[in-house]
């Protein structure tokens, strides 16, 4: 028995649901080729006629240049992996090359965030998470699957951190093994070796895996704490902060919850009483698109509150200029203010296929020309 096909998240647990293979590269003219973003709709491939993208290895060096994370020294801005005080974007579900078509995922993308407000995402400082580099082995085994599900600060040190999950082992007797694990952030960004989640056996319950981590500060405490499901549609609350062991402070099982579990959009403090609530849901939810749920309210007990019939409201969203022929599908990988202006910017992802695609970064308020677009094809070695 394995987990079950989830909904990935991103911010506020966004979704990435299909595993996506390409052999897309950004196209830049000749002066952006020392650049892995373009800005602009016209760049969007690298092909003869502007649809057919070069194969991987066709890449160019420049193309595919990295410059160091710079170095942060802490700061409370969301999604800030190493501390500069700019928000990063997290991306799951990377394009392979066409002949890895069939290999396993390449891993977790991080682009780190830019004190550029013109271009708030900068590709060529980046990160590859993968099972082999980053992930903790359950025994002597390392997990295939590592996928992105929320970040927080959960140690309190000024440096957000990842969690992710995966698939240890499991023999289907008892209780599965926790499938998530805590990469911590730090002045380098994302590095070193993840931790496994430690639930206290009084907080689990049945032999469903626990899944669907949401961050939150859901008891006002100032620190942030997880929930997570349990079996019987409880949710296990972990309180923060968490040990570099990924142990938290307390444990506990809550009586109301759902097989999902969400963060409200826009606002995760629904009612503004100073304490962050939590959605559970009986089917997946992708964001941007609408939804049904139960709305839990965050209390000094945790999401305990008595629970409202909740819904989430579908919104339209910018198409990323990805040249290609056929049809394409765009979905909605977060909001959140990369640019420092205290509004919430868009970033999508358009994707033909399994073979190409393209991430666009739209400021508040407009969806003419994004600020920034790239390929998760950079990931490529």
Known sequence: ??????????????????????????????????????????????????????????????????TPVPRGTGSRVPYDFNGDGHRDLVVNDLVKAPEDSHGDDAGIGIVYGSE???????????????????AAKSGDTLPAAFDAESACDLDRDGFTDLIVSTDPPYNGIGAPPVPLQILFGSPQGLTGKAVTVRIPQQARFGNEWPEQPVCGDFDGDGKADLAVTASAGQVTFLHGPFTRTGAPRSAELLPDGGPYLYAPEPRTDTDGDG?????????????????????????????????????????????????????????????????????????????????????????????DEPLVTFSTALFLP
Do not use: W
């Open 275 to 367: 304490y962050d609530d939590l959605v559970a849901a009986a089917r997946p939810h992708a964001p941007g698109q609408a939804g049904k749920g139960t709305l839990l309210l965050g209390s000094a007990k945790g999401p305990a509150g008595p629970g409202s019939a909740y819904a989430f409201a579908a919104e339209d969203v910018p198409t990323a200029p990805l040249k290609a022929t056929g049809t394409t599908r765009t979905t909605l990988l977060n909001h959140g203010d990369y640019d420092g202006d205290k509004k919430p910017d868009t970033v999508v992802r358009t994707y033909r296929g399994e073979r190409q695609d393209l991430i666009a970064l739209y400021p508040a308020g407009s969806t």
């Open 116 to 134: 550029d407000r013109d271009r708030p995402l900068d590709p060529a400082t980046r990160h590859l998470l993968s099972a082999r580099a980053n």
């Open 1 to 66: 028995m394995r987990p079950r096909t989830r909904t990935r998240t991103e911010h506020p647990q966004a979704a990435v649901t299909s595993r996506m293979t390409a052999s897309l590269t950004v196209g830049c003219t000749a002066l952006l080729l020392a650049l892995t973003a373009c800005t602009g709709p016209s760049a969007a491939s690298d092909g003869k006629n502007g649809d057919t993208p070069p194969p991987a290895q066709a890449r160019t060096q420049a193309e595919t240049a990295s």
